[in-house]
């Protein structure tokens, strides 16, 4: 979910089309022909919008995309990208950095790191996997930005150059996790602490979380707050909880320090985006219903 330059809110749906929802609520369709379309962002300066969709839709050997739509024409950019672990894992959030560059969250292609053949032995990584891409928007260059997010469901850059990535973790329950993004950093994927994991090689130092969330809430969504129509909240992390799991179902927020998280917004049934619209409100799609919620600063 996200902005255009024309002031419209865009919204990428499950049946592959991007919808456009004008300030009276009324959508109407973008553009369609997406395989599970998950991240959409536009360049800034431009009306290119950049998606993450995927190619060939297999939990094992899947393959994930980046396309740009441009004067409703769909062109690929970018290919190869490791796809799609349990039906969740893909090239996910995208969003575009302070130096001009896009940047696009790639998921894992397993649980912990795992041949999945049944052997439990380790695999090789992928050099795209549980990465963070930085890509030219051009399609010229593409990099590992940093390793060792598992399933960072989407991404948002905050003030001073700092991102933020909300990270799904393993399936033996471990927190779930935000973290900030450090460039070349190594941020756990694929060595955890459990019976059938794998423990890092002692020269690899990992990043810590800035925050961490109970188990299995499924952060999904994440944008820092950059008004400041919301009194002291500048520069706050909020992220969509979306599982049906206990402590999940809300939208909470994280201080620039990393404190908390904190319950900002509840009751929703599996929000699953959060963005800042240019009127400095929050807006939150919630899955499981199809609506979308505006949540605005009134006052006192």
Not at 8 to 21: D, F, H, K, P, Q
Request: aromatic share 12%.
């Amino acid at each position: 979910m996200t902005f255009g330059p024309d002031v419209r809110l865009y919204v990428a749906t499950m049946a592959g089309e991007i919808l456009s929802v004008d300030a009276d609520g009324q959508s109407a369709l973008y553009v369609d022909g997406f395989i599970v379309p998950a991240g959409i962002a536009f360049q800034p300066g431009t009306d290119k919008l950049f998606v993450s969709s995927r190619l060939v839709n297999e939990s094992v050997g899947g393959e994930a995309q980046i396309s740009v739509v441009e004067n409703g024409e769909i062109s690929q950019l970018l290919d190869g990208f490791p796809c799609c672990y349990t039906s969740y894992h893909s090239a996910n959030g995208i969003a575009f950095g302070p130096d001009g560059y896009g940047y696009v969250s790639v998921g894992a292609r397993a649980d912990h790191g795992e041949i999945l053949d049944g052997s439990g032995r380790q695999d090789e990584l992928h050099p795209w996997e549980a990465t963070i891409l930085r890509f030219h928007p051009d399609g010229s260059e593409i990099e590992p930005f940093a390793c060792g997010l598992r399933n960072a469901y989407d991404i948002a850059w905050g003030a001073d150059d700092k991102l933020w990535a909300s990270e799904n973790q393993p399936d033996f329950d471990p927190p779930e996790e935000v973290h900030l993004v450090v460039p070349g950093g190594e941020h756990g994927y694929p060595w955890y602490e459990c019976d059938v994991c794998f423990a890092a090689p002692e020269d690899v130092e990992l990043v810590p979380p800035i925050a961490t969330f109970l188990p299995s809430v499924s952060p999904t969504g994440i944008t820092v707050y950059l008004g400041e129509a919301f009194p002291g909240y500048f520069d706050t992390a909020f992220v969509t909880l979306w599982s049906a799991f206990e402590g999940a179902q809300k939208l909470s927020h994280i201080t620039p320090d990393g404190q908390g998280p904190h319950d900002f917004a509840m009751g929703f049934a599996a929000p699953i985006e959060v963005v800042m619209g240019p009127d400095e409100a929050l807006y939150v799609a919630d899955w499981a219903t199809g609506i979308i919620f505006r949540i605005a600063y009134v006052g006192e």
